[in-house]
C-alpha cells in the first residue's frame, strides 16, 4: 500500500493507495458505450466470451504508459495474476462440472446471435497481402535466423 502511494506521489496522481473494496460481476451493458481496442468484439460475435479484469495495477497509472509497464512487475501485479489465474480456472471448472450452466450459456448465446446478426466487414474472397513484406523478409528474414529456437528450428 506504502508503494501505490508513493508511486501514486511521484506521477503527481492523488495519493489513494490500492482499492480495498472487490466489484461486482455483471453482464454486458444495456447500452454499450466503446471498450478496448483489439480483435475481440469479432470474437464475442462467433464464440461466447467473457472478460476477465484483475488488479494488477496501481489507480492512476496510465494506460499504454511506461508507468503501467512499471508497475507490472511488482509483488501487486503478481498477486492480481494469480487471484486472477484463480478466477478463471474456477469458472474453467464450473463450465466442465456443471453442464446446467453451460447449457444456459449456449443458449443465452445463441439467442445473442438471432438478434444481433454478425456480419463481417471483410468480403468473403479477402485474402492477407502476404506479398507486401516480401522485400525487407528477403533482406531481413537470414539476419534474424541467428535469433530462433534451435529445438524447433522455428522463429518463435
Not at 5 to 29: A, D, H, M, N, W
Not at 105 to 115: D, G, M, N, P, T
Request: glycine share 8%; hydrophobic share 35%.
Amino acid at each position: 500500500m506504502d508503494f501505490a502511494r508513493r508511486f501514486q506521489k511521484s506521477l503527481g496522481k492523488p495519493e489513494v493507495g490500492l482499492p480495498t473494496e472487490g466489484i461486482s460481476v455483471s453482464g454486458p451493458p444495456i447500452v454499450f458505450t466503446g471498450g478496448g481496442s483489439s480483435h475481440v468484439s469479432e470474437v464475442t460475435m462467433v464464440c461466447p466470451t467473457a472478460t476477465v479484469g484483475f488488479p494488477s495495477s496501481i489507480p492512476g497509472v496510465e494506460g499504454h504508459h511506461w508507468t503501467r509497464v512499471a508497475v507490472s512487475g511488482t509483488t501487486i501485479a503478481h498477486k492480481g495474476l494469480n487471484a486472477g489465474a484463480k478466477a478463471i480456472a474456477d469458472t474453467g471448472i464450473d463450465l466442465l462440472t456443471r453442464p446446467d450452466v453451460l447449457a444456459k450459456i449456449k443458449a443465452e448465446f445463441a439467442a445473442q446471435q438471432q438478434k444481433y446478426l454478425y456480419r463481417s466487414y471483410l468480403p468473403a474472397d479477402a485474402r492477407p497481402p502476404v506479398e507486401l513484406y516480401q522485400e525487407p523478409m528477403t533482406k531481413f528474414r537470414p539476419l534474424m535466423e541467428k535469433f530462433y529456437n534451435e529445438k524447433f528450428n522455428e522463429p518463435w
